[in-house]
């Protein structure tokens, strides 16, 4: 069974709401990046849902776990997110890529509220998460600590280099997700994406990222937990999975649809 059968077969549906939101804010903007943002929403619902403590009221609350997208392009799936639970507002997304906007086409700490880095400039966000896990552990805080990768990033040094210092640091409040849509095949593959980091020293674990089955079983094992290994789950994706027509590669990376394709798009996202 491929990602597409697991589509129509799956719970992941429960979605199609925040991606039908995706491609109407990307479609308006006449900016951003739809399939990227499709290949993790399915992650990210899960994780706000379920597994990060936040408050929206507080974003900088002290006890809060942090979310860093490292691959920033895919931001309109985290600003959805960030609609729906509180932390920005409908009158925010519909100014994404304006002038007067605090959206833009990738997360701004200092502008967005829920942001916890500025991200874009791939192979950085890891870093930042590495530094904020191992400052946590330093003041004995026991906040979780989340960063989401691309697997095109994964073929930056600086990933490599944080995966070498977590694993010598034993920074077991840090979890990374890869988010193996497939990207880098294109140009640069990175093949056998779990003995590599298993091979770093990290807790591996790889599922299927738009099974909500696969992504409650897999956070249901990992222990935040200082001083043992780090954590990664390597998820693997469809880029654009929702829309038939837009899954795969290609043209489809940063493309905008055409006002045809924009109402396609949407029938397809249409409640049954």
């Not at 605090?102 to 192979?123: F, N, R, W």
């Not at 870093?127 to 989340?146: C, P």
């Not at 691309?150 to 600086?158: A, H, L, P, Q, R």
């Not at 849509?181 to 990290?202: E, R």
């Amino acid at each position: 069974m491929d990602l597409r059968e697991e589509d129509i077969l799956g719970n992941n549906i429960i979605n199609k709401d925040l991606r039908k939101r995706i491609i109407e804010i990307v479609y308006n903007a006449q900016e951003g990046h739809i399939t990227s943002s499709f290949s993790i929403i399915d992650i990210l619902a899960y994780l706000y849902e379920n597994i990060l403590k936040f408050d929206n009221k507080k974003p900088l609350w002290e006890d809060r776990d942090y979310f860093i997208l490292s691959k920033g392009h895919g931001c309109v799936a985290l600003y959805v997110i960030l609609q729906k639970y509180g932390f920005i507002t409908e009158d925010d997304l519909r100014q994404i890529s304006s002038k007067n906007g605090i959206l833009g086409g990738h997360p701004d700490i200092t502008k967005v509220p829920g942001v916890e880095a500025s991200t874009g400039s791939l192979g950085h966000g890891i870093g930042t998460a590495l530094g904020v896990a191992l400052g946590l552990r330093i003041r004995s805080r026991d906040n979780k600590v989340i960063a989401l990768i691309g697997d095109g990033e994964s073929n930056e040094g600086t990933v490599w280099e944080c995966a070498l210092v977590g694993a010598n640091l034993n920074l077991g409040n840090l979890c990374c997700i890869v988010d193996n849509n497939g990207s880098a095949a294109q140009v640069l593959p990175v093949p056998d994406m779990q003995k590599k980091w298993d091979a770093f020293g990290w807790e591996t674990y790889v599922i299927n990222g738009h099974s909500q089955d696969d992504i409650q079983n897999v956070f249901g094992k990992i222990k935040f937990e200082h001083n043992t290994k780090p954590k990664v789950i390597i998820a693997n994706t469809l880029k654009g999975k929702g829309v038939s027509f837009m899954e795969g590669h290609g043209s489809w990376h940063a493309r905008i649809p055409s006002a045809d394709e924009f109402k396609d798009a949407l029938k397809e996202l249409a409640d049954d």
